[in-house]
């Protein structure tokens, strides 16, 4: 015989996005103004809050030899002309800025990288 519980959670919400609508951003081609390769999307930082606050940007190197990994700030990218998986996201920093911001390192304060100051500090929540 099935245990059911007293009280049944209710049934989860569902939310349809169309396929042209939405896409994921990991694994992502990342290219300046300027159309140079800035590397490509290897992780998102979120704040305490699930606020989405920032990327991780592996930058540099030659098939994975050499790159570093950058932290930029996720309002510094613009999202306007992905419309397939081939698409790059644009990054409003030049390829020397991000050639030139330490390296992020899992686990240690990290430096983010943005256009024209608009990052706000990261803030414990209490």
Known sequence: MPVTPKDAAPPPSVTIIGASDAHGVLGRDVRSAADEDMGHIVDVIVDLTGRVRAAVID??????????????????????????????????????????????????????????????????IQ
Do not use: C, H
Request: cysteine-free; proline content about 5%.
């Open 59 to 124: 930058f540099g190197g030659f098939l994975g030899v050499g790159s570093r990994r950058i932290v930029v700030d996720w309002n510094a990218l613009r999202f306007g002309k992905i419309t397939n998986k081939k698409d790059s996201i644009t990054l409003e920093l030049t390829k020397a800025q991000v050639a030139a911001a330490p390296e992020y390192k899992e686990d240690t304060p990290m430096v983010v990288l943005g256009a024209s100051g608009s990052l706000q500090p990261l803030q414990a």
